[in-house]
């Protein structure tokens, strides 16, 4: 049995054949008065015609099959550039919040007679009960433990390990950090510590003492880490006790540690004779 394409590509053979023939007899004669010139007319017209149609179909089809593939690579090429186009776009956003983010620290003058040296954050502990952070500056830098760390809206932590070219900060809102601290309107004092997600404790401060809600919180410069007035955070909660002396007061931190990017390590010797509240 022959199949649907073998039968069509002998019809179109055939139809070539015939149409040649016929060209030829019609070509020979064509001086020829009437008769035999005007019936090879008759016969070879509408295979000319069909084939002449048929050719112009395969034609079209051709070349809509190479526009078509054209279209292709044209989209392919544009979707490349246009990938290249968003990805420029992107950086140049990512430059553009980062210069803002720089001159905001470029802008940040604390009352410190010691050098500062500017880190980025560079890794984070994915512990959910860790809150310490990587930055890219190490020993090489000057950047040693014990080294408090800090921003333009406050106090980020203190340098816990240090190796040639890193640095590991504990965060101020990590359980095991404390730093000696004060109200800035009242000078009530007291030791402000981690709690967890985004919020600390301020303990040790005393009933008698005057706290209220949305107090700031600086660093009393006591403990021989921080200099004193760095902006720690704003009282957010009170509970007063009936019993013992201590009220229970909750701070919220100045710094947004969710987006910590750029930082200040404050490096030199610690002074021998740190300043008390006044």
Not at 76 to 97: A, F, I, M, P, Y
């Amino acid at each position: 049995m022959f199949s649907k394409r073998m039968i069509l590509i002998a019809v179109v053979i055939l139809l070539v054949a015939v149409n040649v023939i016929l060209l030829t007899i019609t070509g020979k004669h064509a001086q020829a008065p009437s008769g035999l010139g005007r019936g090879a007319l008759v016969v070879v017209s509408p295979f000319q015609k069909e084939l002449t149609g048929f050719f112009q179909s395969v034609k079209n089809i051709w070349n809509q099959y190479f526009y078509l593939v054209s279209m292709a690579e044209e989209n392919r090429r544009l979707k490349k550039e246009l990938g290249l186009r968003s990805q420029q776009l992107n950086d140049c956003v990512e430059t553009g919040l980062a210069n803002q983010r720089l001159r905001h620290m470029l802008g940040f003058e604390p009352d410190i007679q010691r050098p500062m040296i500017a880190a980025r954050v560079v890794g984070r502990d994915p512990s959910p009960w860790a809150k310490t952070v990587i930055i890219d500056k190490g020993t090489a830098d000057g950047v040693n433990q014990s080294a408090p760390v800090v921003i333009p809206e406050g106090i980020v932590g203190v340098v816990v390990e240090a190796s040639g070219h890193y640095a590991k900060v504990l965060l101020l809102i990590d359980p095991n950090s404390a730093v000696d601290t004060l109200v800035q309107s009242t000078r009530a004092r007291g030791i402000v510590k981690g709690g967890g997600e985004g919020v600390c404790i301020f303990d040790y401060v005393l009933r008698k003492h005057s706290v209220s809600v949305g107090d700031t919180v600086v660093s009393s410069g006591l403990d021989g880490v921080f200099p004193k007035g760095l902006r720690v955070g704003r009282v957010s909660e009170i509970v007063r006790q009936n019993a013992g002396i201590f009220q229970k007061v909750s701070v919220t931190p100045s710094v947004d540690f969710e987006i910590l990017e750029e930082v200040f390590v404050i490096s030199g010797p610690v002074p021998d004779n740190p300043s008390g509240a006044s």
